[in-house]
């Protein structure tokens, strides 16, 4: 079935430090791709995404590029801050159902 | 700003007992998720309406789940009777879905421990 993989966590960084969370997926057909962030004692919310292959989806300096040949969707940002610790979530919406398969969650940890 | 709410935010219940969570999702949206988040298996699809009409609860464990939507403004999701193992945090999430990409909204879940 469909499902998605996250490099496990937690990441620890400096602030700004270059940041990578690597996320694959299996999914028939041709999913569109999101990246969740939770802070603590919150919901998710939506942070980026991408509908179709190539796609490059970007907000608040994340971004994340659907690449079809190697079912990734890796989330990076050039320069970390404090305010950005929090959990990742990649997740992926098969055949235009609406619902979402999530990951297992990064958690990000930035020091000062 | 428009947001998806749930009641209560934390519930502690002993074994045995009902629990029911509440949701009312954002005004004119389409779709309702509920998800159960755990530290051992993440975030979890237990079952989502479309319009009122449940579409898919095959991730919910039927002899003891329920969920419903008895109008658009609420959603409930019921255990009976609860378990240790239910212990988690329930999100609710609403939509406007029209061709699978847009974005869902969360509320700021039920954190239920049942003792």
């Known amino acids: 079935g469909d499902s998605v993989t996250q490099m496990e966590g937690p990441v620890t960084l400096s602030e700004e430090a270059f940041l990578t969370i690597n996320c694959t997926y299996t999914a028939t057909g041709y999913p569109s791709l999101f990246w969740y962030v939770q802070y603590p004692g919150e919901g998710l919310q939506l942070l980026l995404k991408a509908t179709k292959a190539d796609d490059k989806g970007s907000n608040k300096g994340f971004e994340a590029t659907y690449r079809k040949e190697t079912t990734s969707f890796h989330l990076e940002k050039g320069s970390v801050q404090v305010s950005d610790s929090a959990v990742y979530f990649c997740a992926l919406s098969p055949l235009k159902g609406g619902k979402l398969i999530f990951g297992q969650g990064t958690e990000l940890s930035v020091k000062p | 700003d428009a947001r998806v709410t749930q009641t209560p935010r934390h519930k502690v219940t002993e074994m045995g007992q009902e629990v029911t969570m509440r949701c009312q999702p954002i005004l004119g949206h389409n779709t309702v998720f509920w998800y159960r988040q755990t530290m051992m298996q993440g975030l979890e699809l237990l079952a989502y309406?479309?319009?009122?009409?449940?579409?898919?609860d095959s991730g919910m464990p039927k002899d003891r789940f329920s969920a419903e939507m008895p109008d658009a403004t609420l959603a409930t999701l019921k255990i009976q009777p609860s378990e240790p193992r239910d212990s988690a945090v329930y999100f609710c999430?609403?939509?406007?879905?029209?061709?699978?990409?847009?974005?869902?909204?969360f509320g700021s879940g039920t954190q239920l421990s049942v003792l």
């Open positions: 309406f479309r319009n009122r009409a449940p579409l898919d």
């Open positions: 999430a609403s939509g406007l879905v029209r061709t699978g990409d847009e974005k869902l909204f």
